[in-house]
């Protein structure tokens, strides 16, 4: 559904009457277009004095042709990993107060710390996570479009780091922001040949592939080179159809909930690819009632599709050696299941446990070389939320830092990142798409 609203606020006259009424301005956001550099123009890297994170991302940048002088910048870069104590604080402040206004429109802010948890002192681990509450609310000050995210890199991992820089810098993450992101070692980083298609040869499997966010995710898995299979009920089988022929995947039609369907499943995808590299459970319901007015079969269903259904895929797959060393699961959980949601008792819950499971299974499945971690979309474009009251649709679309709504393919593209071979270091992440919603923080 369009949005009305910002089109009129990005027009002549719109822009002079949304000033002066102080009304919500919703930049156009900078989304990743085939053949773009990277980012558009140049990036300004700074450090504290120890900081171990900033060589290896110049010679990111370096690599990728991306200048690091101008007049202007499209993004700023520090690494804060050096700084031990409160006082060096101050350092951030330094590099960011004369630098904040030279940044462009949709540009791109990243600190890089150490994570509290592999602090040497408490004193350090204050001092690290201090820096969240920077970076969120440079998120909520800079406006234009800006993100800003903190990425925490434990020691060991500074060769992770180049998949999260790429996808941070990059329009793919324009409706990502105020996010903290962790990476930890790994025991293989494969860095794709061509980081244009850096799925290329990859199995896919996505759930709920028929419409929405899901054929979103399957057509930008098709893009970065994945071969997709698009599963969804049998009742969607004419669009999921659609989905699959324009991508050139192949269809399963299959009610994840019915009895024998995670055997089913695993039967076909041992044997026709003997293996799946990537499985993205997107497959939800919503049933809405508060809770009083809720009858078991609302509470029921949605639990068993959105949550419990995925843990018995993942069990099956997983006892059956199909997903290999380098496998990567990935969630769609939502803000709901952060915040909660008057109304969504069952659709809170159930997301909030797709969260539970990511936290619980990333230290499982690190031994056998796979990762697990999930998006938690906030208010997204879709059919569903085209037939949301007008007055909470226009509360979800202006409540966060962007001023509008996100788009399906902003959910894809974070999904794609966590899917990259390259993104081995990082598991157990949440990762919210929402343009920083204003809401659960």
């Not at 910002?6 to 900078?30: D, E, M, Y």
């Not at 499945?365 to 085209?386: H, W, Y």
């Not at 979800?396 to 794609?416: F, K």
């Amino acid at each position: 559904m369009a949005d009305r609203y910002a089109t009129f606020a990005n027009s002549g006259a719109g822009r002079a009457v949304v000033k002066r009424l102080g009304l919500p301005a919703p930049p156009r956001l900078r989304r990743y277009r085939p053949g773009a550099p990277l980012v558009p123009g140049p990036v300004l890297v700074d450090a504290a004095p120890g900081g171990r994170l900033h060589e290896p991302v110049r010679e990111i940048l370096k690599a990728a042709g991306i200048p690091d002088d101008g007049a202007r910048y499209a993004a700023l870069v520090f690494d804060a990993s050096g700084i031990t104590d409160s006082t060096g604080l101050r350092a951030l402040y330094d590099f960011l107060h004369p630098n904040a206004r030279s940044l462009t429109p949709c540009g791109r802010v990243i600190v890089l710390g150490t994570p509290p948890e592999a602090c040497e002192s408490p004193r350090q681990a204050t001092a690290q996570r201090a820096i969240e509450g920077l970076t969120r609310s440079i998120g909520k000050e800079f406006g234009r479009g800006t993100t800003s995210q903190l990425v925490y890199v434990t020691p060991g991992a500074e060769g992770a780091v180049e998949s999260t820089v790429r996808f941070l810098l990059s329009g793919r993450s324009a409706y990502v922001s105020g996010q903290v992101i962790r990476i930890a070692p790994a025991s293989a980083i494969d860095l794709p040949v061509d980081w244009e298609q850096p799925l290329d040869g990859k199995v896919a499997l996505v759930t709920g592939a028929a419409r929405g966010i899901g054929a979103a995710i399957a057509r930008i898995l098709a893009r970065d080179g994945a071969q997709v299979i698009g599963l969804d009920v049998p009742a969607a089988g004419d669009a999921l159809a659609a989905v699959v022929n324009e991508i050139r995947g192949t269809a399963v039609q299959l009610d994840l909930t019915a009895a024998g369907a995670p055997d089913r499943l695993a039967d076909h995808m041992g044997g026709r690819h003997g293996r799946v590299d990537i499985v993205v459970h997107n497959a939800g319901i919503t049933r809405d009632k508060t809770i009083a007015r809720m009858d078991a079969d609302r509470w029921d269903s949605v639990l068993d599709v959105n949550l419990s259904s995925q843990e018995r895929i993942n069990e099956v797959l997983l006892d059956r050696d199909l997903i290999p060393v380098g496998g990567r699961l990935i969630g769609v959980a939502s803000i709901a299941g952060i915040a909660g949601n008057r109304g969504q008792t069952n659709y809170a819950t159930s997301k909030a446990g797709v969260i539970g499971l990511v936290q619980s299974m990333a230290p499982v499945l690190a031994e056998r070389g796979i990762t697990i971690n999930a998006v938690a979309p906030g208010f997204i474009e879709t059919r569903m939320t085209a037939k949301v009251p007008v007055m909470i649709r226009e509360a979800g679309r202006r409540m966060n830092s962007m001023a509008q709504g996100g788009l399906p393919v902003d959910v894809a593209e974070t999904i794609a990142w966590f899917a990259s071979p390259a993104s081995g270091g990082i598991t157990g992440n949440v990762v919210r798409v929402c343009g920083q919603s204003l809401l659960g923080a």
